[in-house]
């Protein structure tokens, strides 16, 4: 079959879900992507903080290849060794008990949600490996925050609080009363004997990267063990290295009863989980499932990726080169008076102070610089985790580019 001379002229054949720019992407190695033109582009994005470490590294197409031609799926009633090994590995690194895999975020929270109704509905005393963790027969409510993301199936979207979306799809699914980050008050008002969870990203970044303080998820800790709640992080984004720490709540000190990972976890091929401590890890058998639950071709990815982000070398350079990205972001912030820098390590985001984002995101685009406009008013910058300070100072550059082409404006600093 012969294939059109413009690959766009199949694109009629996708549901338009959001607007694309008009040329395909066809190669990527590390840093880079290239389009159908010959174009190379910087890339900030990384499939939303997906490629953690760059395009087509071999560390994912070499255990591509050997698992691909080991085995691909046995059917999850079976066990399958990438999926043990992957399981016990991150046990270990995170100190959770048991793991489930699954394919997206979304369907990560999703079986964490299941997870803490399915406990909520066991009535049984406070046993000495849980202390303070008494549960209430029928609790079934998560409390989630205004502004956050946790994916696009119904439970998930009902879990998040990204404005608009409760009129997408109505009715919502109920059970996710809705408090304000960084706000305990908010959180004690919706708090209920209906109650079992409390679930939260450490940092919000479909929001603009908006991070929960120290003190917050502290008091977040504290008011589950007292009140015998299960604490949830979302560390779809934030986990697999991006903050600088391998998962983003060892960055604060608090360690969560549930925990889910995506994104980073495979590097570039999907795959999810959730960890659980033992005294949540409830479910019994038929509860939950999934027909690539585990699938040994991912695990494997998944198992290599995860040796190269553990590396302790790894992540001294993602805090060294989300260093040197804030320190970049915020000059360039004094030099056009522009707003804060939020975030940590490599998952930061540049408040524009006015709704510019999608034409400064245009702009650098056509000098060769791929960036995300998190909200109208703000970027978002989500660069390879083993980026270099070269590649660093590049991005800078062709950012300070785009900016100047959108405001056309002498400097903020040079204007008196």
């Not at 697999?240 to 889910?260: A, K, N, Q, S």
């Not at 978002?380 to 991005?395: H, V």
């Amino acid at each position: 079959m012969s294939q059109p001379s413009n690959p766009l002229t199949s694109s009629r054949h996708l549901m338009s879900i959001n607007p694309r720019p008009q040329h395909a992407f066809v190669r990527g190695e590390g840093a880079w992507l290239w389009d159908q033109a010959g174009r190379r582009h910087l890339d900030w994005l990384q499939g939303w903080a997906v490629n953690a470490l760059g395009h087509c590294p071999a560390v994912i197409t070499q255990a591509l290849a050997e698992q691909s031609t080991r085995l691909l799926t046995p059917s999850p009633a079976f066990h399958n060794l990438p999926a043990l090994d992957l399981a016990q590995r991150l046990c270990e690194a995170s100190g959770m008990d048991q793991v489930f895999f699954g394919s997206t975020g979304a369907e990560a929270n999703e079986t964490a949600i299941k997870l803490a109704r399915k406990w909520g509905r066991q009535a049984r005393a406070t046993s000495a490996s849980a202390p303070g963790r008494a549960r209430r027969a029928g609790a079934h409510e998560v409390i989630t925050f205004d502004n956050a993301f946790h994916g696009r199936n119904f439970a998930t979207m009902a879990a998040s609080g990204k404005p608009g979306w409760e009129a997408l799809f109505p009715p919502n699914m109920p059970g996710f009363p809705k408090a304000k980050l960084n706000d305990m008050a908010s959180v004690l008002a919706v708090l209920s004997d209906q109650t079992v969870a409390v679930m939260l990203e450490p940092i919000q970044g479909e929001a603009g990267v908006r991070p929960a303080s120290a003190s917050f998820l502290r008091a977040l800790r504290a008011l589950c063990d007292e009140q015998g709640l299960l604490l949830i992080f979302d560390e779809v984004q934030t986990g697999c290295g991006r903050l600088g720490t391998l998962f983003g709540h060892e960055h604060w000190g608090i360690t969560p009863d549930i925990m889910t990972l995506g994104k980073g976890l495979g590097g570039g091929v999907p795959i999810s989980a959730v960890l659980a401590k033992a005294h949540c890890s409830v479910f019994e058998h038929g509860d939950h499932g999934g027909t690539y639950a585990g699938n040994p071709l991912m695990c494997a990815v998944a198992l290599a990726v995860f040796e190269e982000l553990s590396q302790p070398s790894l992540l001294a350079n993602v805090r060294a080169c989300g260093q040197a990205l804030r320190q970049g972001l915020e000059a360039l912030s004094t030099t056009w008076g522009l707003g804060e820098v939020r975030g940590e390590g490599l998952l930061l985001a540049l408040e524009l102070g006015s709704d510019q984002a999608a034409s400064v995101v245009a702009a650098a685009q056509e000098v060769g610089l791929l960036v995300n406009a998190a909200r109208p008013h703000c970027l978002r910058f989500m660069p390879r985790l083993n980026s270099n300070l070269q590649e660093i100072e590049l991005g800078l550059s062709l950012l300070a580019q785009a900016l100047e082409q959108v405001y056309e404006q002498r400097p903020q600093a040079l204007s008196v």
